[in-house]
């Protein structure tokens, strides 16, 4: 266990577990309860959403990532909308009516398979490897980068935020194609989530720091993984991310139900809670 997996569990795992009952207790009866988590990559939420998921009675977590379209409609949006779509991540690159049908499965209370995403193959796993529940759930756990996350005004859109958007999105129109998406079916998947829990990186540099700790960690791990990015290329995949991201940190803090501010460490150094 690392030590921000242990930070992790000591700072958050006590008052979540507070909030969501409290916010159970005010759900009309037999209403399974959704808690989304929002964080940058490498922020800790999928430990945040294993702990939780094993201290709750009937739950099973969600990624946003395990939501992903399959790889050759990936492709076939970069040949139809924009290029940059062929890369997973960003509004628009989900199915969104997938998860719609998941949510809708869980408040008919009846057996839920939960997809999952093999990323080694960047491509939806077998239908062999999700994850079946028989018994209805009483919480999902639902975790993702952007999950919460709001479409910029327009007016935003007319200036690049990186050179990445810049040389690769001159006229803008990757950028509106996922704003677009953020705005419209996004809000509705995001508008299931009865709880939202949000872990606040420090800055957006920090995040590329993070995301160059994950590397290190899975070269070390597997020396001979095909692909391993150097910091540049961190830096220039981060750029895709980086107007929702920013976007998150400036507006979720005052939308969360519990926001843990991290310092660099990924140690809680502040925790808001918000009265249920």
Request: glycine share 6%.
């Amino acid at each position: 266990m690392t030590g921000a997996d242990a930070a992790v569990g000591q700072d958050l795992i006590g008052p979540a577990l507070s909030v969501i009952a409290a916010r159970r207790a005010g759900l009309p009866a037999g209403r399974p309860l959704v808690v989304g988590i929002c964080g940058a990559q490498g922020s800790g939420k999928s430990t945040l959403a294993g702990r939780l998921a094993c201290q709750l009675p009937a739950a099973a977590t969600l990624s946003l990532d395990d939501l992903y379209r399959t790889r050759a409609e990936r492709q076939a949006l970069a040949r139809t909308v924009h290029p940059l779509l062929a890369v997973r991540g960003v509004p628009g690159t989900h199915d969104v009516d997938l998860g719609l049908a998941l949510f809708a499965a869980l408040d008919a209370r009846r057996p839920l398979t939960l997809p999952r995403f093999d990323k080694a193959i960047d491509d939806r796993a077998d239908r062999a490897a999700w994850e079946r529940h028989e018994a209805p759930l009483h919480t999902l756990v639902f975790e993702g980068w952007c999950i919460g996350a709001r479409p910029v005004p327009e007016a935003d859109l007319a200036r690049p935020c990186n050179v990445r958007e810049r040389d690769e999105d001159p006229d803008g129109v990757w950028r509106r194609h996922v704003n677009a998406q953020l705005a419209g079916p996004y809000q509705a998947l995001f508008a299931r989530v009865d709880l939202m829990i949000f872990l606040a990186a420090p800055s957006f540099e920090t995040v590329i720091d993070w995301r160059c700790e994950q590397e290190a960690a899975l070269v070390a791990a597997r020396p001979d993984a095909p692909q391993a990015m150097d910091r540049a290329a961190i830096e220039r995949f981060c750029a895709l991310y980086e107007r929702i991201t920013r976007t998150l940190l400036a507006d979720m803090p005052d939308r969360a139900d519990v926001i843990a501010m991290l310092d660099r460490s990924r140690r809680c150094t502040t925790l808001r809670v918000r009265q249920i």
